[in-house]
């Protein structure tokens, strides 16, 4: 059981990394991406959602200051 987490956990590590948000907006645009799809044609859902997930990040890791 004790590899079985430990595997789990660098699994984690890797995917989630140092921004757990930026890790939540990515399947978040996933799953919107992919129920969308069902009806219309979704690529411009992941051009959305990368924008908007790589904006905040970018404003959380600046503090929010403008140049």
Not at 23 to 39: F, I, K, N, Q
Request: net charge positive.
């Amino acid at each position: 059981m004790t590899l079985l987490r430990r595997f789990l956990a660098g699994v984690v590590e890797f995917v989630v990394g140092d921004d757990w948000i930026l890790a939540a907006g990515v399947v978040v645009t996933l799953v919107c991406a992919w129920a969308v799809g069902r009806v219309v044609a979704s690529w411009w859902v992941l051009l959305a959602g990368v924008a908007v997930t790589m904006g905040l990040a970018l404003r959380r890791a600046t503090g929010g200051q403008r140049p």
